[in-house]
C-alpha cells in the first residue's frame, strides 16, 4: 500500500515562498516519475511539476520560473520549492506518480497566498 504524505503548506504573501515537502512509503519510490499536482477551490486537479526517475523536470507554464520540484531518492522524498507566490497559486498541493497516478492520494497540503 503505497502511502503519500504531503507538509509545508500554509499561508503567505503574495510574493512569498513555500517548500512542499512528500515523503512516499511502500513503493519502489526511485524508479518512477513523480509529479505536484494541485486542485483549487471548483476547479480539476491539474499537474504543476514533474520529474524522472531521473532527475529530468517539467513545468506547466504557471509555474515556470518560479517553482522548482527536485527529490531525494534516498529519503523517498520530493519537494517543490515555491517563489513568487500569486494569489492565484492558492490551492491543495499534492503529489503523486507522473503520469498515471497511484490509486491513492494523501491528504495534500492547503498553499493559501494573500494579495
Known amino acids: 500500500q503505497v502511502q503519500l504524505v504531503e507538509s509545508g503548506g500554509g499561508l503567505v504573501h503574495s510574493g512569498g515562498s513555500l517548500r512542499l515537502s512528500c515523503a512516499a512509503s511502500?513503493?519502489?519510490?526511485?524508479?518512477?516519475?513523480m509529479g505536484w499536482y494541485r486542485q483549487a477551490p471548483g476547479k480539476q486537479r491539474e499537474l504543476v511539476a514533474s520529474i524522472t526517475s531521473g532527475g529530468s523536470t517539467n513545468y506547466a507554464d504557471s509555474a515556470k520560473g518560479r517553482f522548482t520540484i527536485s527529490r531525494d531518492n534516498a529519503k523517498n522524498t520530493v519537494y517543490l520549492q515555491m517563489n513568487s507566490l500569486k494569489p492565484e497559486d492558492t490551492a491543495v498541493y499534492s503529489c503523486?506518480?507522473?503520469?498515471?497516478?497511484?490509486?491513492?492520494w494523501g491528504q495534500g497540503t492547503q498553499v493559501t497566498v494573500s494579495s
Open positions: 511502500g513503493t519502489i519510490f526511485s524508479i518512477y516519475a
Open positions: 503523486n506518480r507522473y503520469p498515471r497516478a497511484f490509486g491513492s
